[in-house]
């Protein structure tokens, strides 16, 4: 798991659509909300460079939207993953990361702040694969006076 998982699967609940994935996001006013572009897409490479990877020129028909996350969404959407992981949405467990220091003209270790350097949550036992573990009931209208 990392920022970038967690981000489709908040798209996924903002979209209202199990499985559904933005392909391209711009940042739009207020600060820290986003556009994202998207839709399910069951179809990825079956060879070539590309293998693997999905198919973003074959989405699901009727599935394609264009949907606005706020910060406030992300955030709480966010907070809410740390609670049923008990992983820091941060550093997502690796305690900290390598920054470039140009005082020190090299890579120095840094530790999370969010964290603290614990890479979990205080209070929260940490599951043993947080990717597993879904958004506490992602059911929830929390977002449902947007739609
Ligand atoms: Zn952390």
Request: proline share 6%.
């Amino acid at each position: 798991m990392n920022a970038y998982d967690l981000s489709q699967l908040l798209a996924a609940e903002v979209a209202g659509i199990p499985g559904w994935q933005w392909s391209s996001s711009e940042a739009i006013d207020p600060p820290g909300t986003l556009l994202m572009t998207g839709a399910v897409y069951p179809v990825t490479y079956k060879s070539g460079p590309r293998k693997g990877r999905t198919n973003y020129g074959k989405p699901t028909p009727g599935t394609e939207r264009k949907i606005v996350v706020t910060r406030a969404q992300r955030d709480e959407f966010f907070a809410r993953w740390e609670q049923s992981s008990g992983v820091c949405s941060d550093c997502f467990g690796d305690k900290g990361r390598e920054v470039w220091s140009t005082k020190a003209n090299a890579k120095q270790w840094q530790t999370c702040k969010r964290c603290n350097g614990t890479g979990g949550v205080e209070g929260v036992e940490r599951v043993e694969d947080p990717a597993k573990t879904a958004p506490v009931d992602a059911q929830a209208s929390l977002f449902g006076g947007t739609r």
